[in-house]
């Protein structure tokens, strides 16, 4: 996992079970286990959706075997929540707690870094060894968070912006 340095290093990385129900079998198949954060692991705990859910669609995506982001989850460009656009994308990441406030947090911080990076001219007029130097740095810290997840866009996200508008209405 690319942000494993800021969720905590190894003591808060786990090895998660993919499938929960599986967790008994006497032999562990390395198909149901991948590294996962404490908390996304804690907020998955053993929640699997039943025999009906998965008939709708209504699943856990697996990352060891398929895309999740830009296919089944996108990125709010303006609030840096995660959208799941699929029956899975929805489940995944309100059941993995994917918009915990830490995990928003450092999707914004990430955004604003990397619009600095890839976007400001920056002029130079003394000590370009030093100046280098510290952007490396910051570089390096940038590619240790979260990676870049692509934004939703086009009628997805005014559709997006939409209910989240109707919902601030009613909850005002």
Known sequence: MQHSYRAGGSK???VDHFNPNKKAEPIQQYSNLFLSSRHCNGAKRDRWPTGRDREAGIRFLNCC???DYGLHIFEDPDDHTL?????AGKYHVRNCDL????????RDR???LWALLESQRITIKKDLPSMLQHL???KDEV??????????????LEKH??????LAALMN
Request: net charge neutral.
């Open 65 to 67: 075997e398929e895309a």
């Open 161 to 166: 912006r939409v209910r989240k508008k109707a």
């Open 136 to 138: 490396e740095v910051l």
């Open 110 to 112: 990430r955004a604003r």
């Open 12 to 14: 808060s990385m786990e």
């Open 143 to 156: 590619e240790k968070m979260i990676p870049k997840i692509e934004y939703l866009s086009g009628d997805a």
């Open 83 to 87: 959208v799941g656009v699929t029956p």
């Open 99 to 106: 918009n915990a406030p830490h995990l928003v947090l450092e």
